[in-house]
């Protein structure tokens, strides 16, 4: 058991080792699988994989609408249904997000000539047979919408330069209005044409919602209270902002860390913990961001994934297209991947990923700014390998590490029967042994302390049937 454990950690080890000194950086490799284009200067902005998993795709087009696609052979994704923005009174479809049978999406363009604001929610129980259960707009809001996030009884709908709109969808056929919130546009620079403070990206935790500004940075805003929404707290990456004009634009949350798509300077990482007060711990930068014209630059985040149990990050990258990164130390993130030819007019603009397949929205964008793009329409791409990929095929049983990243002791809570004997081993990623325990509780503690930093790889056996790996990180 102890041998056959240690060639595989070896493996995994070598793979990581090589990520992270940079000789073997694409551990996660991209193969085309297919795709659908839209003829005209027509583009996607968003698509999404069923979170059911179900066999089915759905996509935000801007000018063609809301579009359903059938995926079960997926090399040949089919169009089933198509809502056209006449359905929502000639409002685009923006963005879309999934939250049970609905999918909400957000109402108004706000590239180029902004329409006003609106939401509209899909009953996809059926997703052979999609339907529009009420839509919601509002000429008081007139800068567009980039996004709808629902969250129990209330949605949250970016209007842009108007702020987030909350509203009430305790009833799915019957959107009503709560209330509106436009954190403050002056801070931290006085807004100029170009550098607007927008509601773009956000995501909730909890009692917060965490909203990318935009030129306004990352703004932490109290939700508790749906009628008075209230900023609690702010956050810029000054070094970021001494050399080019931020733009915030998406978001998502990884245990206490925010990962931000900063337009074309990559990725901010933020500690979160105290959301009064969040701290920058990181930043990717994979086009040495400065001060010059934004347009031409070969990327631009907009939009983020995480897969693996949040060990992988996946970015959108406008001309580079996707970029994978390793989160298992969530400040320390390692490039692992990426699909992209640069100068190949094929632009990114969002990405979902399933545990198989990664779904590019691409984007038609003829006027050549921010980046030149002649191909709009959805591309599928399958994916493989990356960290944790031999232990997922290795067992499907996880274990409770924590505090992982670690400085001093590691707690690792096996998730199998307690009471039963377990026996801990763990490996550097060399496959070197480095400790090995027997527990009678199944929970293990470790002294880290006198470890070198790095990451560590364990192994938990008790039987053939129920062996559990996982990964720590000393810091």
């Known amino acids: 058991m102890k041998s056959s454990f240690l060639s595989l950690a070896l493996i995994l080890g070598l793979m990581l080792s090589f990520s992270s000194n940079g000789q073997n950086p694409d551990t996660i490799h991209f193969n085309y699988v297919s795709e659908h284009e839209y003829t005209w200067t027509y583009s996607c902005y968003e698509a999404l994989f069923d979170a059911q998993e179900r066999p089915y795709l759905y996509t935000a087009n801007n000018e063609l609408g809301f579009i359903v696609y059938d995926i079960s052979n997926i090399n040949n994704p089919t169009p089933v249904d198509t809502f056209l923005p006449a359905v929502f009174d000639g409002l685009k479809v923006s963005n879309i997000s999934q939250n049970g049978d609905c999918i909400y999406a957000s109402l108004g363009g706000f590239q180029g000539i902004a329409q006003r604001a609106g939401m509209a929610i899909f009953d996809i129980s059926d997703p052979a047979n999609v339907s529009v259960s009420d839509t919601w707009d509002s000429t008081v809001f007139n800068q567009g919408a980039a996004i709808a996030i629902a969250d129990g009884d209330y949605a949250f709908l970016g209007g842009m330069e108007k702020g987030v709109i909350v509203l009430d969808v305790s009833d799915k056929n019957d959107i009503k209005y709560v209330s509106d919130y436009a954190p403050d546009p002056n801070w931290p620079h006085i807004p100029g044409i170009f550098s607007t403070p927008n509601a773009r990206g956000m995501t909730i935790k909890g009692d917060y919602l965490y909203l990318c500004y935009d030129a306004g940075a990352l703004r932490v805003i109290d939700i508790s209270d749906k009628q008075n929404l209230n900023e609690v707290g702010r956050y810029i990456n000054w070094m970021l902002d001494s050399v080019a004009q931020p733009a915030y634009n998406n978001v998502v949350l990884v245990d206490d860390y925010a990962y931000i798509a900063v337009d074309y300077c ?13 701290q920058n711990v990181g930043w990717l930068d994979p086009w ?9 630059a070969p990327g631009h985040t907009n939009q983020l994934r995480t897969h693996r149990n949040n060990s992988i990050l996946f970015v959108s990258g406008a001309d580079t297209e996707i970029i994978a990164y390793d989160i298992t130390d969530r400040v320390n993130p390692v490039q692992i991947g990426t699909y992209h030819a640069i100068l ?71 998730k199998n029967e307690h009471g039963k004997q377990r026996e801990l081993l763990v490996v550097d990623i060399t496959g070197r042994s480095i400790s090995s325990q027997v527990s009678n509780d199944g929970i293990f503690e470790l002294n880290v302390s006198k470890l070198v930093p790095g990451i560590y790889i364990y192994h938990i056996s008790g039987s053939a049937e129920n062996r559990e790996f996982g990964r720590f990180v000393v810091r």
């Open 266 to 278: 990559g990725v901010d990482i933020v500690d979160i913990s105290n959301p009064a007060n969040p």
């Open 344 to 414: 190949d007019s094929n632009v990114t603009w969002s990405i979902d990923v399933n545990d198989s397949y990664a779904v590019l929205a691409q984007v038609d964008n003829p006027i050549g700014v921010p980046y030149d793009s002649d191909w709009g329409g959805i591309r599928i791409l399958q994916w493989n390998g990356g960290p944790t990929s031999i232990v997922d095929n290795a067992s499907k049983q996880e274990s409770a590490v924590y505090p992982n990243p670690a400085s001093e002791t590691v707690f690792i809570d096996s």
């Open 288 to 296: 040495d961001c400065e001060n010059t014209p934004w347009d031409g």
